[in-house]
Nanobody
Protein backbone atom coordinates (compact mmCIF):
# COMPACT_ATOMS: atom_id res chain seq x y z
CA UNK A 1 0.00 0.00 0.00
CA UNK A 2 3.04 2.28 0.25
CA UNK A 3 4.22 4.01 -2.88
CA UNK A 4 7.10 6.37 -3.67
CA UNK A 5 6.73 8.70 -6.65
CA UNK A 6 9.58 10.79 -8.02
CA UNK A 7 9.10 14.04 -9.91
CA UNK A 8 11.11 16.99 -11.18
CA UNK A 9 13.42 15.28 -13.65
CA UNK A 10 14.11 16.33 -17.21
CA UNK A 11 16.69 17.97 -19.44
CA UNK A 12 19.09 20.60 -18.16
CA UNK A 13 22.21 22.25 -19.56
CA UNK A 14 25.66 21.70 -18.03
CA UNK A 15 26.16 23.99 -15.08
CA UNK A 16 22.44 24.17 -14.44
CA UNK A 17 20.34 23.04 -11.51
CA UNK A 18 17.44 20.70 -10.96
CA UNK A 19 15.44 19.60 -7.94
CA UNK A 20 13.95 16.14 -7.62
CA UNK A 21 11.11 15.29 -5.27
CA UNK A 22 10.01 11.92 -3.93
CA UNK A 23 6.68 11.71 -2.13
CA UNK A 24 5.64 8.68 -0.10
CA UNK A 25 1.97 7.81 0.24
CA UNK A 26 -0.15 5.02 1.64
CA UNK A 27 -0.54 3.36 5.02
CA UNK A 28 2.57 4.87 6.60
CA UNK A 29 3.37 4.91 10.30
CA UNK A 30 6.88 6.31 10.12
CA UNK A 31 9.71 6.87 7.66
CA UNK A 32 13.27 6.37 8.80
CA UNK A 33 16.20 6.81 6.42
CA UNK A 34 15.56 8.06 2.90
CA UNK A 35 18.03 7.80 0.03
CA UNK A 36 18.69 8.75 -3.54
CA UNK A 37 20.37 6.36 -5.98
CA UNK A 38 21.19 6.72 -9.66
CA UNK A 39 22.04 4.45 -12.55
CA UNK A 40 23.70 5.59 -15.76
CA UNK A 41 23.64 3.51 -18.97
CA UNK A 42 26.12 0.66 -18.78
CA UNK A 43 26.93 1.32 -15.13
CA UNK A 44 25.78 -0.17 -11.85
CA UNK A 45 23.38 1.64 -9.60
CA UNK A 46 25.17 3.82 -7.09
CA UNK A 47 24.13 5.48 -3.86
CA UNK A 48 23.99 9.26 -4.28
CA UNK A 49 23.20 10.17 -0.69
CA UNK A 50 21.27 9.42 2.47
CA UNK A 51 19.30 11.43 4.98
CA UNK A 52 18.48 9.96 8.39
CA UNK A 53 15.38 10.48 10.49
CA UNK A 54 17.33 13.14 12.41
CA UNK A 55 18.20 14.98 9.21
CA UNK A 56 21.86 13.95 9.07
CA UNK A 57 23.14 13.54 5.54
CA UNK A 58 26.01 11.95 3.68
CA UNK A 59 26.91 11.91 0.01
CA UNK A 60 28.93 10.12 -2.60
CA UNK A 61 32.25 11.78 -3.35
CA UNK A 62 31.12 12.50 -6.90
CA UNK A 63 28.27 14.76 -5.76
CA UNK A 64 29.41 16.14 -2.41
CA UNK A 65 29.33 19.92 -2.43
CA UNK A 66 26.98 20.05 -5.43
CA UNK A 67 23.97 18.01 -4.30
CA UNK A 68 21.86 18.52 -1.18
CA UNK A 69 19.32 16.11 0.31
CA UNK A 70 16.52 17.41 2.51
CA UNK A 71 13.20 16.10 3.79
CA UNK A 72 9.82 17.41 4.82
CA UNK A 73 8.33 14.94 7.27
CA UNK A 74 4.92 16.64 7.24
CA UNK A 75 4.72 15.90 3.51
CA UNK A 76 6.48 12.51 3.63
CA UNK A 77 8.79 13.89 0.97
CA UNK A 78 12.52 13.83 0.32
CA UNK A 79 14.26 16.22 -2.07
CA UNK A 80 17.47 16.17 -4.05
CA UNK A 81 18.76 19.60 -5.02
CA UNK A 82 21.32 19.22 -7.80
CA UNK A 83 23.59 22.14 -8.69
CA UNK A 84 26.48 22.60 -11.12
CA UNK A 85 25.29 19.64 -13.12
CA UNK A 86 27.61 17.81 -15.48
CA UNK A 87 26.87 15.36 -18.31
CA UNK A 88 28.32 12.69 -16.01
CA UNK A 89 25.28 13.23 -13.77
CA UNK A 90 23.00 11.92 -16.52
CA UNK A 91 21.19 8.88 -15.11
CA UNK A 92 17.92 7.49 -13.92
CA UNK A 93 17.47 8.62 -10.33
CA UNK A 94 15.67 6.45 -7.79
CA UNK A 95 14.19 7.30 -4.42
CA UNK A 96 14.44 4.72 -1.63
CA UNK A 97 13.03 4.77 1.90
CA UNK A 98 12.84 2.62 5.03
CA UNK A 99 9.20 2.65 6.09
CA UNK A 100 7.06 1.16 8.84
CA UNK A 101 3.45 0.67 7.86
CA UNK A 102 0.55 1.29 10.23
CA UNK A 103 0.47 -2.49 10.76
CA UNK A 104 4.06 -2.29 12.09
CA UNK A 105 5.49 -3.95 9.00
CA UNK A 106 8.91 -2.76 7.90
CA UNK A 107 10.08 -2.66 4.32
CA UNK A 108 12.42 -0.82 2.00
CA UNK A 109 10.52 0.85 -0.82
CA UNK A 110 11.71 2.12 -4.19
CA UNK A 111 10.34 4.68 -6.56
CA UNK A 112 9.93 3.97 -10.26
CA UNK A 113 12.91 6.09 -11.25
CA UNK A 114 13.08 9.39 -13.09
CA UNK A 115 15.36 10.47 -15.93
CA UNK A 116 17.82 13.33 -15.52
CA UNK A 117 19.69 14.33 -18.67
CA UNK A 118 22.46 16.93 -18.62
CA UNK A 119 23.33 18.00 -22.14
CA UNK A 120 23.90 21.08 -24.24
Amino acid sequence: QVQLVESGGGLVQPGGSLRLSCAASGSIFSINAMRWHRQAPGKQRELVGTITSRGDTNYADSVRGRFTISRDNAKNTVYLQMNTLSPEDTAVYYCNADIYSKRNLFSQYWGQGIQVTVSS
